[in-house]
């Protein structure tokens, strides 16, 4: 492939697509990235080498493996991983605990790729105990949004209403939006500021990883399953649906990958978008099917350059006040939530199950140090094997 090639056969919709892309995917949930790390007793110089590692994990290995397959791989960070990461923050003890609960995900994740019946098995748990354990992590945070009406009412009534108005005219641009008029008001009231000590670029900060049981099943298997079911697997179904039949365990062997490399630096996932994939792999990202594959190669390296800026970047978000933090994290979610409880209700043969996973896992529920996901999952499949029991005794 020759520059002038690249250049000449490349419309401007191409480049147009990787960055509005990258902009949705970082602006949407970079929030609720920072707040998961904060909760988690990361320090700001870990956010950044988090936020850095994530970056850099989205950009090098979607580069690489669309020029290699020929197709948009289009990667991303787990949001529903971020979101159960924040959550978990009150039961996981260190960052250097969290990172060795990371390791295990990626790990699993990897394993997922070279042993196919792992991944058949995933594939087999209900989609509704799925959505019901990811709608039950999203939950708190939305529910935060109105919480923080008393100490910000006209700064999260103004957002909410921006967020609803773009919805419905731009759904794709709604957290853009919002982000946009979250600074302009933190800028008017002279709080836009950075933490002291915020350089330009993005800097990598390995840790040494703590192995812990109860972080590895508490935090770990649940990290790995809703990154795989939430994640992985619908970005498998956008690529078919674009008519790129995905290498489904090279793609998930290279995410399980490009996480295990990149978790010691505090990345919890990378993964395969949805969202923004489906923006990287229509018609109008390119008009020619079989060079579309250029828009992930754009994209990819459009997160090389937000991983080189990583350090401001996140900045202002560190320095945000909490609970416009919460507000916006709470609008970022409320998409997911949507999505997530749609697919709990839907799936009718699971449904109880997947009401008391949801349940379960929202409550907060923590025994022996395992936080409320797993025993959400717990709830869930407790209930699935209760009902093969039964049902053959009342045949």
């Known amino acids: 492939m020759t520059a002038p090639a690249f250049s000449v056969r490349t419309p401007p919709s191409t480049l147009s697509a990787a960055a509005v892309a ?21 320090s700001p110089g870990q956010i950044v080498s988090m936020i850095t590692a994530l970056c850099l994990g989205i950009g090098l290995p979607g580069m690489l493996l ?23 923050a009150g039961h996981v003890v260190g960052w250097p605990t969290a990172v060795g609960a990371f390791i295990v995900a990626a790990v699993l994740m990897v394993l997922t790729g070279l042993l196919p019946v792992l991944g058949r098995l995933a594939a087999r748990i209900p989609a509704g105990v799925a959505s019901a354990m990811l709608a039950g992590v999203l939950l708190p945070f939305v529910l935060k949004l109105f ?25 794709t641009w709604a957290m853009p939006v919002v982000l946009a008029a979250t600074f302009a008001a933190l800028a008017f009231r002279g709080q836009l500021t950075l933490p002291p000590g915020t350089g330009l670029f993005g800097a990598l900060e390995p840790v040494m990883p703590t192995f812990d049981p109860a972080a590895a099943l508490g935090l770990g298997l649940p990290l790995f399953l809703v990154t795989l079911a939430a994640q992985n697997l619908p970005g498998l179904v956008v690529l078919q649906s674009a008519g790129y039949p995905p290498p489904a365990d090279r ?44 828009v992930g190669v754009l994209y990819g390296a459009l997160y090389l350059v937000v991983a080189l800026f990583a350090a401001p970047l996140a ?15 709470g609008l970022a979610l409320i998409a997911p939530l949507t999505g997530a409880l749609t697919g709990m209700i839907g799936d009718e043969p ?12 929202a409550s907060g529920l923590a025994l022996f140090g395992i936080g409320s996901a797993f025993w959400g999952l717990i709830a869930g499949f407790s209930v699935l094997a209760l009902r093969r029991i039964i049902t053959p005794r009342r045949a």
């Open 315 to 329: 900045g202002l978000f560190i320095a945000m006040p909490p609970a416009v933090l919460a507000a916006v994290t």
């Open 66 to 88: 669309s020029w290699r397959l020929k197709i948009p791989v289009v990667l991303a960070w787990s949001t529903p991983g971020a979101a159960l990461l924040a959550a978990s």
């Open 350 to 361: 699971s449904r109880d199950a997947a009401v008391l996973t949801f349940a379960a896992t």
């Open 147 to 171: 919480r923080v009406l008393p100490d910000e009412a006209a700064l999260a009534l103004g957002l909410i209403a921006a967020f609803l108005i773009m919805r419905a005219l731009r759904p």
């Open 251 to 294: 793609l998930i062997l290279s995410t399980g990958v490009a996480s295990l490399i990149a978790a010691p630096f505090g990345a919890h996932g990378v993964n395969l978008a949805a969202i923004t994939a489906a923006i990287c792999t229509g018609p109008d990202a390119h008009p020619d099917h079989d060079r579309r594959w250029i």
């Open 22 to 42: 990258t902009v949705i995917g970082f602006g949407g949930t970079v929030a609720l990235v920072v707040q998961a790390g904060q909760g988690l007793g990361a």
